[in-house]
Structures are given as C-alpha cells and as structure tokens.
C-alpha cells in the first residue's frame, strides 16, 4: 500500500509527539500548551507542509520560462532553478540560433 505522507512529515510529527509529552509544544496562534495527541500530528504535519511549499517556490522556473526572459533578468535569476550561469548562456546561445534561423527562413 502506498504511504500517505512522505517520510520528512513522519519526522516531523515524531518531533511534535515528543514536544507534546515534554509539554513544551505550543499552538501557533494562542501560545497554549498543546494536551491533544490528534492536534500535535495536525501541527506537524501542517509545519511540514509549509516548509513543501516553500522549497517548490524556487522550482517553478523552467528552461522554457527562462528563454522568454531578457538576459539581464537571467542573470538577477542566478540562484532560482536552471537560472545559473551555464543555463543562461545556453539559453542565449538556443535563442540566437532560433532568432537566425526565423531570418534566415524569411529572406
């Protein structure tokens, strides 16, 4: 059977557990001590979704999204996705070789 949440959310509802017995866990609005087993799993499970969400942010970027780009955009880019310098310069080079191939089609 199929696991329903990957191993990193397993971690860190194991970590919450463990919080919860110590009594230091705490809900995140109120600051309450948290007493119920079925609300430190929802907590870590919610904390390790977030944390999902926050590493794909960087990913959605594309080699396709990447040639539509201007090259000085490119280069601000440098940390995100395939925005390195390799993949730029290669994009470049693909979007030149497009752009001379389109004049050389039309005349």
Do not use: C, F
């Not at 329903?4 to 971690?11: H, I, N």
């Not at 705490?26 to 919610?46: D, H, P, Y």
């Not at 959605?60 to 880019?77: F, H, I, S």
């Amino acid at each position: 059977m199929a696991r329903k949440y990957s191993k990193g959310a397993s971690k860190k509802v194991e970590t919450r557990m463990r919080k919860r017995k110590r009594g230091t866990l705490k809900s995140g609005r109120s600051g309450r001590k948290v007493k119920s087993r079925k609300q430190a799993i929802a907590i870590g499970l919610s904390e390790r979704a977030a944390k999902a969400r926050k590493s794909r942010r960087g990913k959605r970027r594309t080699l396709e999204t990447e040639l539509d780009d201007p090259p000085e955009r490119r280069d601000r880019v440098g940390h995100r996705g395939l925005a390195h310098s390799v993949a730029s310069d290669r994009s470049v080079i693909l979007l030149e070789a497009d752009r001379l191939a389109a004049a050389n089609v039309g005349s």
